[in-house]
């Protein structure tokens, strides 16, 4: 007659053992958690500096389009070279949108690890259950068939367990213990491309500066300037407030 495989009486893997694994998977649960965490905000960081750049290159279009472009070379000239600069800005940020990096890829790998694990254990468990379930019956010699077969069934499938078991309990601290070496080198590259970036955003907009600033102007003079028209414009009867 079949009968129903439970739990096996018999305690499979001890308490500290199961402790030990337990306590090490959840550092490096914690550890893909922060991981995820990171690459969304650098992500978004990223995100954000192309969406800045794409609305620059829309405000520079815009103003190219202007009617005052048909009847102002000067105007035409800085807004052309306005319009360049924020297309190579644009160009930059595409570029570094393609260099950010995908998510670590070895927790992916862990988990499916971890999961045969678990997968070993059951069926050790059940075929635990089964071994000590035909030595409880009658020693009949269909019942110690029986039970030889279900041991023999039993030998391979304790070992597969016991070697995933000692190998995560043997890797994952090691596994833990790498992540400066994984993280160190990849903030001090951010640190590098953020020197390029800005080097680059500077020379950008040095180039532009030169192109439309007028030659000899000191920034007192060109404020001066500014506002000795502003003040033309605002005592034109239909700007003057009430």
Known sequence: ?????????????????????????????????????????????????????????KISADLLSNPLCEQDQAFLDSMTALDTAMKRMDAFNQEKVRFIPAKFPCFTVFVSFVLRREQALQDYKRLQSKVEKYEEKEKTGPAIVKLCQAKEELRPVKEDFEAKNKQLLDEMPKFYQSRIDYFQPSFEALIRAQVVYFTEMYNIFSQLTDQIDEAGLTDEQRQKETEAKLNELRSLSIVADD
């Open 1 to 57: 007659m079949p009968f129903k495989i439970g739990q096996p009486k018999k305690q499979i893997v001890s308490k500290t053992v199961e402790r030990d694994f337990e306590r090490e998977y959840e550092k490096l649960q914690k550890l893909e958690d922060q991981t995820k965490k990171l690459h969304k905000d650098m992500k978004k960081s990223t995100e954000a500096d192309l969406a800045m750049s794409k609305a620059a290159v």
